[in-house]
């Protein structure tokens, strides 16, 4: 609870010193919207520090009551999981070679201004078009 309660705390300071003053709005709407941008991380904080330990205290183990069985494990994934803390070099080499892989059509990538031949010269004008004259 130690950890969880500062970091809501925390969130709350982060999230009320982020946002502008609600007084500050000329509109009505957006001063309500301002105040319930500050009232939402107080009641988050309330809640989360005052009712959720005692609902967890009085209900927690009631709670988990379908998962106590063991959890069924897949062994294919257990094994990718062995292997790759075994042979963390090989695994890393490999990710290395499949993002380079991917990442080859990158190198055609045009950022800049497109080329002539791969503007459309045929086909029907859009209104997207600058001497668009009504429809064809």
């Known amino acids: 609870m130690e950890t969880a309660g500062t970091a809501v705390i925390f969130q709350r300071h982060y999230r009320g010193g982020r946002s502008p003053g609600p007084r500050r709005a000329a509109l ?34 009631r709670i988990d009551w379908p998962r106590r069985t063991k959890p069924r494990t897949n062994r294919f994934l257990d094994g990718l999981g062995f292997l790759v803390v075994r042979r963390r070099w090989l695994m890393a080499g490999l990710a290395m070679v499949i993002l380079a892989a991917l990442a080859i059509p990158l190198l055609s990538l045009n950022i800049g201004d497109p080329k002539a031949n791969s503007l459309a010269t045929e086909g029907r004008r859009t209104r997207a078009c600058p001497r668009w004259n009504g429809p064809a």
């Open 28 to 61: 009505p709407f957006l001063r309500s919207v301002g105040y319930g941008w500050h009232a939402d991380p107080l009641v988050s904080v309330l809640v989360a520090t005052t009712l959720l330990p005692v609902v967890l205290k009085t209900l927690g183990p």
